[in-house]
């Protein structure tokens, strides 16, 4: 059983920067994948990043690639996603979320394991 808890969500401009972190209380290095997931109010809940087991692969959405970098820390059993040049549409909740898949995966359902979310909200 993992859980898991992500900090550092909060009010910024628009062109500003952030970096979430996701905390798991399990050991996840090499056992399981990661990934960062978004949902605004009345849309889905859409995929954002993920990465490898080892760190060594990553898989971006096309509107954030260039701006936002998913990294990991074994030592810490912590996700971090850093967050650049934010845009007013970039407003979401933020979720971390754990897969047992041993490929990068982008969809919900690949996901086992879910945080409760960090509110980010970017001003213009």
């Known amino acids: 059983q993992v859980q898991l808890a992500e900090s550092g969500g909060r009010l910024v401009q628009a062109g500003g920067s952030l970096r979430l972190s996701c905390a798991a209380s399990?050991?996840?290095?090499?056992?399981?994948?990661m990934g960062w997931f978004r949902q605004a109010p009345g849309d889905e809940r859409e995929f954002v990043a993920a990465?490898?087991?080892?760190?060594?692969?990553?898989l971006y959405i096309d509107s954030v690639k260039g701006r936002f970098t998913i990294s990991r820390d074994g030592a810490k059993n912590t996700v971090y996603l850093q967050m650049n040049s934010l845009k007013p549409e970039d407003t979401s909740v933020y979720y971390c979320?754990?897969?047992?898949?041993?490929?990068?995966?982008?969809?919900?359902?690949?996901?086992?394991?879910w945080g409760q979310g960090t509110q980010v909200t970017v001003s213009s």
């Open positions: 399990g050991r996840i290095s090499s056992t399981y994948g």
């Open positions: 979320a754990a897969s047992e898949s041993a490929t990068v995966v982008a969809g919900r359902g690949e996901y086992d394991y």
């Open positions: 990465i490898s087991r080892s760190g060594d692969n990553t």
